[in-house]
């Protein structure tokens, strides 16, 4: 497995490579240390499967340094925020962004490799005091949207919608539904439709609104 660091904190490097030397045997770490470091890695290995970035480096603002990162990486692969600012409009504009996970650089590493291993499978990994935080009159989805969505999915859509929130992939959503993976998907597609969101972060918060979730831990 080969991560992307982008920190303009050696120190903080220094650390999350032994942090995530605990994630899985032969893992390979490139390092930036700002977002020009940060967009010439991102192509010049392909071969990247997650990234791990600091909103505020130096070399651009993050709110363009993200989406721009975000275009230059493959679909698939993740863009996790570490940050220390874990205030909730800094990780919604993220969610925006195209953010698939955001873990505060408070948190331990326990709670830090349990989130990467989570995007990793292809769920959503977001601060459990953002979701506690997220009520139908919060920073989130817009209500108007939310009840639209709640009279439009279907029984079997908002129980995918609440697993989602819970951060589950695919493939546990099926296993735990006891649906094939490609019904999953669409059922995702239709949720992601009716909430007029286009990734499953949204969804996650949309969930949390609509109270079908409970905090990931």
């Not at 490579?17 to 893992?27: S, T």
């Not at 505020?56 to 603002?61: D, R, S, Y």
């Not at 919608?161 to 959503?173: C, D, Q, V, Y």
């Amino acid at each position: 497995m080969k991560i992307l660091i982008a920190d303009d904190h050696e120190l903080f490097r220094e650390g999350l490579r032994h942090v995530l030397g605990q994630l899985e045997d032969n893992v390979q770490v490139v390092e930036a240390g700002d977002f020009s470091q940060a967009f010439v890695l991102a192509e010049s290995h392909p071969d990247i499967d997650i990234v791990l970035l600091d909103l505020n480096m130096p070399g651009a603002n993050w709110d363009e340094g993200l989406p721009r990162l975000r275009a230059t990486l493959p679909a698939e692969v993740p863009v996790v925020v570490l940050s220390a600012a874990d205030d909730r409009r800094s990780v919604l504009q993220a969610v925006e962004m195209g953010a698939a996970g955001y873990i505060p650089k408070t948190s331990s590493s326990r709670v830090m490799l349990s989130a990467l291993k989570l995007v990793l499978s292809g769920g959503v990994y977001l601060p459990p005091a953002l979701i506690e935080r997220a009520t139908p009159r919060g920073e989130g989805l817009n209500p108007a949207v939310v009840e639209q969505a709640m009279s439009i999915l279907t029984p079997r859509q908002r129980e995918v919608l609440g697993l989602l929130g819970e951060g589950k992939s695919n493939k546990e959503i099926a296993r735990i539904l006891e649906l094939a993976e490609g019904t999953v998907k669409l059922h995702v597609t239709a949720i992601l439709k009716a909430l007029n969101v286009n990734n499953r972060t949204r969804a996650v918060v949309a969930a949390a609104q609509m109270g079908l979730t409970t905090a990931p831990q």
